[in-house]
């Protein structure tokens, strides 16, 4: 298995992007209902606390924070992964490769984390997981779109319902 260069701090805040396979596939939101389960199943066996999460037909951003006295977010995302694959019937495209492994075809092999360092990083990234479904024009405003924690902070009085930070500020990362 290959040794990925990651960055592990117990108790740590990360943000990640996860992407399908596919990217003009819609899974992940016509399955909203068993990505959440699988998210919820995971998080009971391996805890962490999702600061943010927005789920968009083909990729899903999170900023999670691990428990003090663990490091370990790539089993918490291998396994969300595979109970959300699992829970698909089998009708996805399989290379030779993936056949010969024995793997889904449904999400990429890697994804995309960062290391939170500060607040400001943290605000940033948080603003950035709730504008991206304005970012990528599936609506016109940040509280239209239903999959999304922007409604946990509206309802906890954290972000008004027609706030969510600067575009213009937030951090590039690759969807």
């Known amino acids: 298995m290959p040794n990925y260069r990651r960055n592990f701090v117990a108790g740590g805040c990360y943000f990640f992007t996860v992407n399908l396979l596919e990217r003009q596939r819609t899974l992940l939101t016509d399955h909203i209902d068993l990505l959440r389960d699988a998210v919820r199943r995971v998080k009971r066996r391996y805890p962490f606390h999702i600061d943010a999460w927005v789920v968009l037909p083909d990729h899903m951003h999170m900023v999670l924070t691990l428990p003090p006295d663990t490091d ?21 495209r399989l290379s030779a490769t993936r056949r010969k492994r024995r793997e889904r075809g449904v999400w990429q092999r890697r994804y995309w984390e960062h290391t939170v360092i ?9 603003d950035y997981v709730h504008v991206n479904p304005l970012k990528h ?5 940040v509280r239209d779109w239903p999959y999304s924690t922007f409604h946990r902070y509206v309802l906890n009085e954290i972000l008004p319902l027609d706030g969510c930070g600067d575009i213009g500020e937030l951090p590039t990362v690759n969807d």
């Open 137 to 141: 024009g599936y609506v016109e405003r």
């Open 118 to 126: 500060d607040e400001l990083d943290y605000v940033r990234h948080i």
């Open 72 to 92: 370990d977010f790539p089993v918490r995302l291998r396994l969300m992964k595979l109970l959300f694959a699992k829970g698909l019937p089998r009708t996805e």
